[in-house]
């Protein structure tokens, strides 16, 4: 029999081609359908703008449509939510009226951060033109002047704080806040072709983006760094100057846009940033009252005592969610200062009016800088599928007979209630659902971690586990691939919706290891490396302690003191079986240290039955057990090919393991 010949890449190219216009045209055939359910909806004030519950099903019904034709499911609900958010903004676009064809003014040169949001909030008006300025009070001007209908301008970043000296723009008389947009900020150090990160010796960068990137730039001995006027003109004259020692921090569409390379992602500070614009007009716009909103203020007070409180308490009064609250030096008072508020709802709710009102009354002076709506269709990176309801566990107690005349520490109950964890929208402790945790002992490899990313989340695991630095009995065995590893698990729980989890060995990676990874993992033989403990303390990344295999809970819930003193209180205890006389297990799962913990301590508890059990077929049995006593999740190693792993294969679960583990003890997704 002939070999089957090789398809043609130039006919394969020409189907995808082709397959890519269908794309586009059911896009078009959406969206025409959108706008005949906008004029619906336009008729009728009753029917919402945005069906949050419509949503959910349908993202459900999305995810089943693609794996049952062999597509990633997770793929396809992420790019339906962008779609939802889409289709949400078109119909708010419609029912205000807006204009097509604005003029968008922004801080910055084509490809920065305020291009990409200014480019993302106006997509549903259609033939928005923008331009770059070299200041944020050049746009500001452009807006005053009526050369711009809108402009964009970033008001904070969740790593580097307030934007200096946009706050003093928005209280000049005629500007009006009329929307806002959240953008993921992910810099990365660009250069061109060719050029390694050994090469560089000059980087330029907006200030924002120099201080969000503080920590990798400390770590580039001798390399000169430069403040530029935003993050894609740095990129820009990185291009323009030819020179291969220079680069600049920006994002992949000003690499994209000015031809550059990517030598290294991810060189924040911190994994989870995120920059909020404000969208600011000359006239105030009338919006669609059926949409949730947020309603932002300026206010001063005279120097009397509690007179913040004063003005703060009418919101509290009228159960008002604050978000913000940031306090500027005035432009016009010496050592006296203004008050920016936002809060949650909109000037057409009777109750934010009276309460602003209230406030004004309390105020010297209180001016509203606009009242928009926020669009929620965008969730967070790890959001999942509803869980079944959670297993009956047993309630904390104080313990406070057992805590004795000993000195209290920061990890005691004492009256604290359960600390909660949240780690990019998993949350940990209190009352919240048990999690599972899952992945292999070791990252392997590419394929091997991405395997285990997918299968992780389609059993309902919320965090992805694998180690990338290897603490071995013998200096034999496999150690891990390191940073080379810890890169490969990051974009493998990035391309899944999972943050992950892995174990730092030494002080000095622990900055490292805090830039890629969610949560720090401290292993048993490590519960009292001092020095770590310390370090780790330091940061404001989870850390997931485990207890060490010889050690009393004392030592352990006092290595976890070590980290809370140090200022981080993100911390999980795991307990993973200690070592006693017996051997038929690896090592003997103290269930009663959950029970134990959970009277002594308000830090949530996890156990990891895999380590206990030493033999997978061992891991359900003590899973079960492990949430009976009352912990808030499980850590449970599982591999594609156990059996040929290079660490902790017997114990490993396979992928189908762990699914019917997961569904099993109630942790599964809901079915959609």
Same mark, same amino acid.
């Not at 002939?2 to 055939?29: E, F, G, I, N």
């Not at 003093?168 to 050029?195: F, M, N, Q, R, Y």
């Not at 740095?234 to 020692?245: F, Q, Y």
């Given at each position: 029999?002939?070999?089957?010949?090789?398809?043609?890449?130039?006919?394969?190219?020409?189907?995808?081609?082709?397959?890519?216009?269908?794309?586009?045209?059911?896009?078009?055939?959406?969206?025409?359908?959108?706008?005949?359910?906008?004029?619906?909806?336009?008729?009728?004030?009753?029917?919402?703008?945005?069906?949050?519950?419509?949503?959910?099903?349908?993202?459900?019904?999305?995810?089943?449509?693609?794996?049952?034709?062999?597509?990633?499911?997770?793929?396809?609900?992420?790019?339906?939510?962008?779609?939802?958010?889409?289709?949400?903004?078109?119909?708010?676009?419609?029912?205000?009226?807006?204009?097509?064809?604005?003029?968008?003014?922004?801080?910055?040169?084509?490809?920065?951060?305020?291009?990409?949001?200014?480019?993302?909030?106006?997509?549903?008006?259609?033939?928005?033109?923008?331009?770059?300025?070299?200041?944020?009070?050049?746009?500001?001007?452009?807006?005053?002047?009526?050369?711009?209908?809108?402009?964009?301008?970033?008001?904070?970043?969740?790593?580097?704080?307030?934007?200096?000296?946009?706050?003093?723009?928005?209280?000049?008389?005629? @500007?009006?806040?009329?929307?806002?947009? &959240? =953008?993921?900020?992910? /810099?990365?150090?660009? #250069? +061109?072709?060719? *050029?390694?990160? %050994?090469?560089?010796?000059?980087?330029?960068?907006?200030?924002?983006?120099?201080?969000?990137?503080?920590?990798?730039?400390?770590?580039?001995?001798?390399?000169?760094?430069?403040?530029?006027?935003?993050?894609?003109?740095?990129?820009?004259?990185?291009?323009?100057?030819?020179?291969?020692?220079?680069?600049?921090?920006?994002?992949?569409?000003?690499?994209?846009?000015?031809?550059?390379?990517?030598?290294?992602?991810?060189?924040?500070?911190?994994?989870?940033?995120?920059?909020?614009?404000?969208?600011?007009?000359?006239?105030?716009?009338?919006?669609?009252?059926? @949409?949730?909103?947020?309603?932002?203020? &300026? =206010?001063?007070?005279? /120097?009397?005592?509690? #007179? +913040?409180?004063? *003005?703060?308490? %009418?919101?509290?009064?009228?159960?008002?969610?604050?978000?913000?609250?940031?306090?500027?030096?005035?432009?016009?008072?010496?050592?006296?200062?203004?008050?920016?508020?936002?809060?949650?709802?909109?000037?057409?709710?009777?109750?934010?009016?009276?309460?602003?009102?209230?406030?004004?009354?309390?105020?010297?002076?209180?001016?509203?800088?606009?009242?928009?709506?926020?669009?929620?269709?965008?969730?967070?990176?790890?959001?999942?599928?509803?869980?079944?309801?959670?297993?009956?566990?047993?309630?904390?107690?104080?313990?406070?007979?057992?805590?004795?005349?000993?000195?209290?520490?920061?990890?005691?109950?004492?009256?604290?209630?359960?600390?909660?964890?949240?780690?990019?929208?998993?949350?940990?402790?209190?009352?919240?659902?048990?999690?599972?945790?899952?992945?292999?002992?070791?990252?392997?490899?590419?394929?091997?971690?991405?395997?285990s990313a997918k299968a992780v989340r389609q059993a309902g695991g919320v965090m992805l586990r694998g180690g990338c630095f290897k603490p071995r009995t013998l200096p034999y065995d496999f150690q891990g691939l390191g940073f080379e590893g810890l890169a490969l698990m990051h974009e493998a729980g990035r391309a899944h919706g999972l943050p992950i989890v892995t174990e730092v060995l030494h002080p000095r990676d622990v900055e490292a290891?805090?830039?890629?990874?969610?949560?720090?993992?401290?292993?048993?033989?490590?519960?009292?490396?001092?020095?770590?403990?310390?370090?780790?303390?330091?940061?404001?990344?989870?850390?997931?302690?485990?207890?060490?295999?010889?050690?009393?809970?004392?030592?352990?819930?006092?290595?976890?003191?070590?980290?809370?003193?140090?200022?981080?209180?993100?911390?999980?205890?795991?307990?993973?079986?200690?070592?006693?006389?017996?051997?038929?297990?690896?090592?003997?799962?103290?269930?009663?240290?959950?029970?134990?913990?959970?009277?002594?301590?308000?830090?949530?508890?996890?156990?990891?039955?895999?380590?206990?059990?030493?033999?997978?077929?061992?891991?359900?049995?003590?899973?079960?057990?492990?949430?009976?006593?009352?912990?808030?999740?499980?850590?449970?190693?599982?591999?594609?090919?156990?059996?040929?792993?290079?660490?902790?294969?017997?114990?490993?679960?396979?992928?189908?393991?762990?699914?019917?583990?997961?569904?099993?003890?109630?942790?599964?997704?809901?079915?959609?």
């Open positions: 029999m002939l070999p089957t010949p090789m398809p043609d890449l130039s006919d394969l190219r020409d189907d995808l081609d082709a397959v890519d216009r269908r794309l586009v045209q059911a896009l078009a055939d959406r969206q025409r359908l959108v706008t005949d359910v906008a004029a619906v909806k336009a008729g009728d004030d009753a029917l919402p703008i945005q069906d949050p519950d419509r949503e959910h099903d349908l993202l459900a019904r999305v995810q089943a449509l693609a794996e049952d034709a062999g597509v990633d499911g997770y793929f396809a609900s992420t790019l339906f939510r962008q779609i939802l958010r889409h289709s949400v903004q078109f119909q708010a676009v419609r029912q205000r009226g807006e204009a097509e064809a604005l003029r968008v003014a922004y801080q910055g040169d084509p490809g920065c951060y305020s291009h990409s949001a200014a480019r993302r909030h106006f997509a549903p008006v259609g033939g928005a033109a923008f331009q770059g300025a070299r200041t944020f009070g050049a746009a500001i001007d452009a807006l005053q002047r009526g050369d711009a209908d809108r402009a964009v301008l970033p008001v904070e970043n969740t790593t580097a704080g307030p934007i200096a000296g946009v706050y003093d723009l928005l209280t000049e008389p005629g @500007l009006h806040i009329v929307g806002e947009e &959240v =953008v993921k900020v992910e /810099h990365c150090l660009l #250069a +061109l072709d060719g *050029v390694r990160l %050994a090469d560089v010796a000059r980087v330029g960068s907006h200030p924002q983006a120099l201080a969000q990137c503080s920590l990798f730039l400390a770590g580039l001995d001798g390399v000169r760094v430069d403040a530029e006027d935003d993050t894609a003109g740095a990129a820009r004259l990185v291009a323009a100057s030819g020179d291969r020692t220079r680069a600049a921090i920006a994002g992949e569409d000003a690499a994209a846009l000015y031809g550059l390379q990517v030598i290294k992602r991810h060189v924040a500070n911190r994994k989870e940033n995120y920059t909020r614009f404000l969208v600011v007009a000359a006239e105030p716009l009338a919006h669609d009252a059926r @949409l949730p909103h947020k309603t932002s203020l &300026v =206010v001063s007070t005279d /120097h009397s005592g509690g #007179a +913040l409180v004063r *003005v703060l308490g %009418a919101f509290d009064a009228a159960g008002l969610n604050l978000t913000k609250l940031e306090s500027r030096p005035s432009p016009t008072a010496p050592f006296e200062f203004l008050f920016y508020i936002d809060l949650e709802g909109g000037m057409h709710d009777e109750r934010v009016r009276q309460s602003v009102g209230a406030a004004a009354g309390q105020a010297a002076s209180l001016r509203v800088l606009g009242s928009y709506p926020i669009f929620r269709a965008e969730t967070p990176r790890a959001a999942v599928a509803p869980r079944a309801a959670a297993p009956a566990r047993p309630p904390a107690t104080t313990g406070a007979a057992s805590a004795g005349a000993r000195r209290a520490t920061l990890v005691d109950r004492g009256g604290r209630p359960d600390t909660v964890v949240e780690v990019a929208g998993v949350r940990i402790g209190g009352d919240h659902p048990p999690v599972l945790i899952a992945g292999p002992c070791s990252v392997e490899g590419r394929e091997q971690i991405f395997a290891v805090a830039r890629e990874a969610d949560v720090l993992q401290i292993g048993a033989r490590n519960m009292q490396n001092f020095e770590l403990l310390k370090e780790v303390g330091k940061t404001r990344t989870a850390v997931l302690l485990k207890r060490g295999m010889s050690a009393s809970i004392a030592e352990w819930l006092a290595a976890a003191e070590y980290v809370l003193a140090g200022g981080n209180e993100r911390v999980v205890l795991c307990e993973r079986g200690i070592r006693t006389f017996e051997t038929a297990t690896r090592n003997t799962l103290d269930l009663s240290a959950v029970v134990v913990a959970r009277e002594r301590t308000h830090l949530p508890v996890i156990v990891d039955p895999s380590h206990a059990a030493g033999l997978r077929r061992w891991v359900p049995a003590l899973a079960k057990a492990a949430l009976a006593a009352g912990a808030h999740g499980l850590i449970v190693e599982a591999h594609p090919d156990p059996d040929r792993a290079l660490s902790d294969g017997p114990q490993s679960l396979t992928f189908d393991g762990l699914a019917a583990l997961a569904e099993e003890v109630g942790l599964a997704p809901v079915p959609a």
